[in-house]
Each structure stands twice: as structure tokens, then as C-alpha cells.
């Protein structure tokens, strides 16, 4: 990855950070950006989202990706770059799985 697209996968995790919070509503979620990839060719971009709670993430993402369009608008507005990349969403399990481990660890050890 060059340094554009580093540059512009900041940029897009900083303000799609603040447009999330401001402009859509989760009910009992909170919803973090933990990574943002954008292609070579800088048409598309991936999205990774953190939920907690967990279980709400199906629905979180299904709030998000209905909105793509919406939230590509609100930052061609705050980032003026040409082309603005397509936004797609998937979540990030890291931190589940991370979690998960954990347990499990801390489980065989207090066998």
C-alpha cells in the first residue's frame, strides 16, 4: 500500500468515526472503527467495525450498509478527494476471538 492510500484510509477512519456517532443511531451498541483498507485503485474501501455488545453487531451492520450511500456523501463533503472510494462493511471478530481465548485459557488453567 503507498502512502495515498494510507493517507486516505486515515482520513476516512477519522471522519467516518465522527459521522457515525453524529448522524446514526444504535440502540445499545457502540460501534468503533477499527480498521479501514483502501484499495490500490482507490474505488473501494474496507470497512471494519467493532459492536459491543457483540450480539449486536448482525443488526449494526445491517444499519450501516443500508446507510453506505448516505455515509459516502456526508464524507465526499468533510474529504474532498476524487475519487471518494465505495465504502463496504464487515465486522471485525479480533477482539471476540481474543476474548474467547482468554476464557478459555484462564478456564484450563484453573483446572
Not at 86 to 94: A, M, T
Amino acid at each position: 500500500m503507498n502512502y495515498r492510500n494510507l493517507r486516505v484510509a486515515k482520513l476516512i477512519k477519522e471522519e467516518l468515526s465522527e459521522i457515525l456517532m453524529k448522524e446514526l443511531e444504535f440502540e445499545n451498541a457502540l460501534i468503533t472503527i477499527n480498521e479501514v483498507n483502501v484499495y490500490k485503485d482507490l474505488l473501494n474501501a474496507k470497512v471494519r467495525l467493532g459492536v459491543l455488545p457483540v450480539d449486536k453487531a448482525p443488526n449494526a451492520l445491517k444499519i450501516i450498509a443500508k446507510q453506505a450511500g448516505f455515509l459516502r456523501k456526508l464524507l465526499l463533503k468533510k474529504i474532498n478527494i476524487k475519487p471518494m472510494p465505495y465504502l463496504s462493511f464487515e465486522i471485525d471478530r479480533g477482539a471476540e476471538a481474543a476474548a474467547d481465548f482468554d476464557k478459555a485459557f484462564l478456564k484450563s488453567k484453573n483446572k
